[in-house]
């Protein structure tokens, strides 16, 4: 895991985008895997802003979002589907047809099965950007989850219902069932980027990064990763008890990149 504590959120957005923007340079038809909830949105902004600058361009690439709520129509303004349109994909030139976000109203007995089929068949996820819960989830595989598990529906935890009720008024159905990627499909990713910010997910953090690789703390598994990226600020790094080795490292690979 190369873990890299950022300044402030800004910044993490901004080492975020520069994970995306050297692979699109030298994949433009790069297979991204997107995540919603509140950490990508800055980062989401900041690709938009690139790409309005004509640094970036996604015409080429396709796109394979983590989860869906399952019950929510793609219309619905909580569906993860609506979200990814309105954050990023109106605003870029990523095709529409090429966005992939799991079908929360398809039938459940073979949607993971399908979207699973449509990752594959697109040759497998460049990158996969990942938000964490506070409890330690990745998509919304939440602790318990196996670790080899694959696309498939979720129950929701009741931190995790608790945390998403902000976005649902009082008398809303919300969903407590979803459909992720599973573990195992992160895992499969050739580059796995995640992000956190603010102190709210500073134990999450510590738990995943330095504490032993569990199903109790799903981000864990991206210690088996071949390729994980870890970008925070410094309140969600707050409980990191190698800080100084992680800047250590991050100076010696700035270094070393800017010999090429
Ligand atoms: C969203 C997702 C979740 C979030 C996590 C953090 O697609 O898969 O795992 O990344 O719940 O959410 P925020 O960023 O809202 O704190």
Request: with cysteine; hydrophobic share 40%.
């Amino acid at each position: 895991m190369q873990v890299i504590i950022a300044d402030s959120a800004q910044e993490v957005a901004r080492l975020g985008a520069d994970q995306l923007s050297r692979l699109l340079r030298t994949t433009p038809e790069a297979v991204l895997g997107l995540a919603t909830g509140n950490t990508p949105i800055a980062l989401y902004e900041e690709l938009i802003r690139r790409y309005r600058q004509g640094e970036l361009s996604f015409a080429r690439a396709q796109s394979f979002n983590l989860d869906e709520y399952v019950g929510l129509a793609p219309e619905h303004p909580q569906s993860y589907r609506y979200f990814m349109n309105r954050y990023l994909f109106s605003q870029i030139d990523i095709p529409l047809a090429r966005t992939w976000v799991p079908d929360g109203m398809a039938d459940p007995a073979s949607a993971g099965e399908v979207y699973e089929s449509l990752i594959e068949a697109a040759g497998g996820i460049d990158l996969q950007v990942l938000g964490i819960g506070r409890n330690g989830h990745i998509g919304f595989n939440e602790p318990s989850s196996s670790l080899g598990s694959r696309t498939r529906i979720k129950t929701l935890a009741p931190q995790t219902l608790a945390d998403n009720s902000r976005f649902f008024a009082v008398d809303e159905f919300q969903p407590s069932l979803a459909i992720t990627m599973g573990i195992g499909t992160i895992l499969r990713s050739r580059k796995a980027l995640l992000l956190a910010t603010g102190d709210a997910k500073a134990d999450a953090v510590h738990a995943m990064v330095e504490g032993p690789v569990t199903a109790s703390c799903p981000a864990s598994a991206l210690q088996l990763h071949p390729c994980a990226v870890v970008i925070v600020d410094r309140a969600a790094g707050a409980r990191l008890q190698h800080g100084e080795y992680y800047q250590r490292v991050r100076q010696q690979t700035d270094q070393l990149s800017s010999r090429d």
